[in-house]
């Protein structure tokens, strides 16, 4: 694919908004903190796609006018000593990018990531210091058929999932001339000063946050690390999904029980996905293996979390197991694992991993970052994974003024075991994954992941 950039433009708010240090909470400071993007397709109708220019200048106008209220967005992070940051409200800006390509929307298939994704997203350059990296980078990529691409790249130091949804939605409301639904809420002392209560003794233990389990007769992961990996979008009917969700139950006497409850969508599919890994990568019986849960926790606090709350609320927690008990007990084993992990998500759990992560001298090996290029950092590739859930997420449907996007999905990922869930866009009940594997593992899993819904 050919990319050609025209433009490079820093975006600032459009009126002055208030300057400087924003602290951050352990949650915005561990696990990753690199950014993470996303991609919408849109095919405008001709009025909008006889007029490029029309839709460059409504997504800038507007963004401008957008980080007036979300102006963390328009500053820089920078390092002040432990692995740890802070929020420089500076309106250094957004850059936002504008390019062609003699490419068609046809030519994008069912617009599965691929490598040609790179050229579609902004790169960020992680060689720059912290405190020169934009927090938000846009790119607007115009096709030869009319249609166009519009991708985001968001620091996770910033914002979860949740909060990008947020920016990204009232942006839209904003390019429409709507007004903001939901101002966020910026201060975040709401999560930061929470502290376990004087003298507790909760001693609840978070070990399993510091020491993934690595191979058996390994002592570290780095060839591991070097392996080649692969992408794979991976569809489950909503047939599937509930044939899948009877499989979990049976045995889960949870109709006649007043504590016991059905396992949910997520931990059903993710339990099977578990499970279909540890098959393919051949591990042994005695294999520990780990599966990292994303948690948010915006209404576990008491009292929860503002709304509109603007910053990281989700952590993951880590759900274990060996090897041989996932691969030779039902589904409902995993499934379970995963809803201990869950489960054990209440607001005094919550108040000890931050106390966890506060007292730590240094949180660099918490932190993705510094996994880029090196052997360091935390790592959840073989034999373990992570399986995200935007299933209840509001992803689809962002419309500009020229429609919804006709795809929207994650931007390229190629760290062995991440994987992402994401409900149709149809909203016909069926699930997508989205998974990076080691290339020598993918086929078997996809056997697996078909197969052994029976």
């Known amino acids: ?263 949910t969508r997520y931990e059903t599919v993710a339990g099977h996905i578990w499970r279909c890994a540890s098959k393919a990568r051949v591990h042994r019986n005695e294999q520990p293996t780990a599966m990292g849960v994303c948690v948010d926790s915006r209404s576990r606090m008491q009292p929860p979390l503002p709304q509109g709350y603007f910053g990281n609320a989700t952590f993951d927690v880590i759900a274990t197991s060996l090897a041989g008990d996932l691969v030779s007990k039902p589904l409902g084993y995993a499934s379970s694992r995963i809803k201990e992990a869950i489960e054990k998500v209440t607001n005094d759990y919550v108040l000890s991993a931050i106390d966890h992560f506060r007292n730590q001298p240094d949180l660099t090996r918490f932190q993705d970052l510094h996994a880029l290029g090196s052997d360091q950092g935390p790592f959840y590739g073989n034999p373990n994974l992570g399986v995200v859930s935007w299933l209840t997420l509001p992803i689809y449907g962002l419309d500009f003024g020229w429609g919804k996007e006709i795809y929207m999905g994650p931007g390229p990922h190629d760290f062995d075991g991440d994987s992402l869930l994401l409900p149709s866009p149809d909203g016909d009940g069926s699930i997508v994954l989205a998974l990076c594997l080691q290339v020598a593992h993918m086929d078997a899993f996809k056997k697996h992941f078909y197969e052994d819904i029976i």
């Not at 433009?9 to 990753?32: F, H």
């Not at 690199?34 to 849109?42: D, E, G, N």
């Not at 691929?114 to 990296?133: A, C, F, N």
């Not at 910033?158 to 920016?167: I, N, R």
């Open 1 to 263: 694919m050919v990319v050609k950039i025209k433009g490079c433009y820093v975006l600032k708010p459009s009126t002055p908004t208030l300057q400087g240090t924003l602290a951050l909470s352990e949650w915005d400071q561990v696990g990753t903190i690199t950014h993470v993007p996303t991609i919408y397709f849109y095919k405008p109708d001709q009025t909008f796609a006889a007029q490029p220019d029309t839709i460059a200048n409504i997504l800038k106008d507007s963004l401008s006018r957008a980080l007036v209220p979300f102006y963390p967005l328009a500053g820089r992070l920078r390092w002040i000593g432990g692995g740890r940051l802070e929020l420089h409200c500076n309106d250094m800006g957004v850059p936002f990018i504008e390019a062609e390509s003699d490419s068609k929307l046809d030519d994008f298939g069912d617009f599965s990531p691929s490598p040609e994704y790179d050229y579609l997203i902004p790169t960020v350059d992680y060689t720059i210091p912290i405190h020169e990296l934009p927090i938000l980078l846009v790119q607007l990529t115009r096709f030869k058929c009319g249609g166009l691409s519009l991708s985001l790249t968001i620091s996770h130091a910033v914002v979860d999932g949740q909060s990008a949804l947020h920016f990204i939605s009232e942006w839209a409301r904003l390019a429409k001339g709507e007004p903001i639904g939901v101002m966020p809420f910026l201060d975040r002392k709401a999560f930061q000063d929470r502290t376990l209560p004087a003298g507790s003794t909760l001693g609840l233990d978070h070990s399993e946050l510091d020491h993934p389990p690595l191979l058996l007769g390994q002592s570290d992961n780095i060839e591991e690390r070097k392996k080649k990996t692969t992408v794979a979008m991976l569809k489950l009917t909503k047939q599937q999904v509930e044939k899948l969700k009877r499989m979990a139950n049976e045995g889960n006497d949870y109709k006649n029980s007043g504590t016991k409850r059905s396992y």
